[in-house]
């Protein structure tokens, strides 16, 4: 399930490509860049599965994710510190429906 890294200014710098902490202090990005998972996924890997609960929130930072729904293909998200998995975050349920 990807590889993690924990390289300080590596983190750093993912946090500053992320649109919504654009205006957080620069203790802000530090402490949460201490408290978030770095990881990258090989292209085709799972990251999350429908119907499954979900207690993490994502980040998409580069290269494209998949949305599939029953097998189908719904959208594709592309970097630039897209979010996703944050309804199901917020209220710990299964996915919902799309």
Not at 19 to 31: Q, V
């Amino acid at each position: 399930m990807g590889t993690q890294f924990r390289d300080r200014d590596k983190q750093a710098e993912l946090i500053d490509k992320i649109p919504y902490l654009k205006d957080f202090h620069n203790e802000d990005k530090n402490t949460l860049a201490g408290l978030a998972y770095f990881i990258e996924y090989e292209v085709g890997e799972v990251i999350i599965e429908e119907n499954s609960v979900n207690q993490e929130l994502f980040f998409l930072i580069r290269g494209k994710v998949e949305i599939l729904k029953g097998g189908e293909h719904i959208v594709d998200l592309r970097g630039g510190g897209r979010l996703f998995g944050e309804m199901s975050y917020m209220n710990h349920s299964f996915r919902p429906p799309l």
